[in-house]
Each structure stands twice: as structure tokens, then as C-alpha cells.
């Protein structure tokens, strides 16, 4: 069985547009364990019940922001080793270095290539075939 078919993802952003790119990419990709939320409070309730492997997150959300969902998600005994990748059409190297002051694995530019969300994700979890 392939990582793929066993990944869980959970998709965070407060655009549908964005979040259902995004969701397309992952099925593109063979990806079939999804979740989804539309902003960081939803997304953290869920995670707790409902653990992931992998969050992908928008950054700039209403209320709960990517900052706060990491944040909360790195102190939560139970989901706080989650792999985190953030999506942000603000990155510059102040978002980068908070990103990973908070413990995120890597952070990608919006809008992405399908190819560079791939290679986001395998170098977090490893090959998806």
C-alpha cells in the first residue's frame, strides 16, 4: 500500500476556490483520506477528533489564523506532531521564520504549481507512491 492511500490530510482555508484547488491537487495525486475546513477553529476541532498526518493551511483566515491553528495544534498532546505545511500569498522571509519558529515543515507560495505542492508534501512525509 502506498503512502497515498493512507495519508490524512486535512485542507484549512477560508476560500473555497482555494481550498477546492487544493483539494483537486491532493486527489490529482492519488490522495484520498482528505478533511476539510473552512478556518482554524473548525479545523482544530476536527483535528482533535479526527487526527491527521498532515495539515495544510492557509495563513491569512478570519479569527483563527494558520499562526494560531499551528500554534494550538504544537500544544495539544495529542495532535502536536501533525506535519504542517502552510499556503500563504504573503511569502516573504518575516512569514517564513515564524512559520517555522511555530514548528511548520515547510511553507509554499500561493498560487502553486501542482509539482511544488507535491514536492512540499514528499519532502514533509516522504514519496507518495
Given at each position: 500500500?502506498?503512502l497515498?492511500?493512507?495519508?490524512?490530510?486535512?485542507?484549512?482555508d477560508d476560500?473555497?476556490?482555494?481550498?477546492?484547488?487544493?483539494?483537486?491537487?491532493?486527489?490529482?495525486m492519488?490522495?484520498?483520506?482528505l478533511?476539510?475546513?473552512?478556518?482554524?477553529?473548525?479545523?482544530?476541532?476536527?483535528?482533535?477528533?479526527?487526527?491527521?498526518h498532515?495539515?495544510?493551511?492557509?495563513?491569512?483566515?478570519?479569527?483563527?489564523?494558520?499562526?494560531?491553528?499551528?500554534?494550538?495544534?504544537?500544544?495539544?498532546?495529542?495532535?502536536?506532531?501533525?506535519a504542517?505545511?502552510?499556503?500563504?500569498?504573503?511569502k516573504d522571509?518575516?512569514?517564513?521564520n515564524?512559520a517555522?519558529?511555530?514548528?511548520?515543515?515547510?511553507?509554499?507560495a500561493?498560487?502553486?504549481?501542482?509539482?511544488t505542492?507535491?514536492?512540499?508534501?514528499e519532502?514533509?512525509?516522504?514519496?507518495?507512491?
Open positions: 500500500m502506498s497515498r492511500e493512507i495519508l490524512k490530510v486535512m485542507v484549512v476560500h473555497i476556490s482555494s481550498r477546492m484547488v487544493t483539494v483537486e491537487g491532493l486527489q490529482g492519488g490522495v484520498r483520506n478533511q476539510i475546513a473552512k478556518d482554524g477553529r473548525e479545523a482544530f476541532t476536527k483535528m482533535v477528533n479526527n487526527p491527521v498532515l495539515l495544510i493551511t492557509d495563513l491569512y483566515m478570519p479569527e483563527v489564523d494558520g499562526f494560531k491553528l499551528i500554534g494550538a495544534v504544537r500544544k495539544h498532546p495529542q495532535i502536536k506532531r501533525t504542517a505545511i502552510i499556503l500563504t500569498g504573503k522571509q518575516n512569514v517564513v515564524q517555522m519558529q511555530l514548528g511548520v515543515n515547510n511553507v509554499v500561493k498560487p502553486f504549481q501542482l509539482d505542492l507535491k514536492q512540499a508534501i519532502a514533509v512525509v516522504g514519496k507518495l507512491n
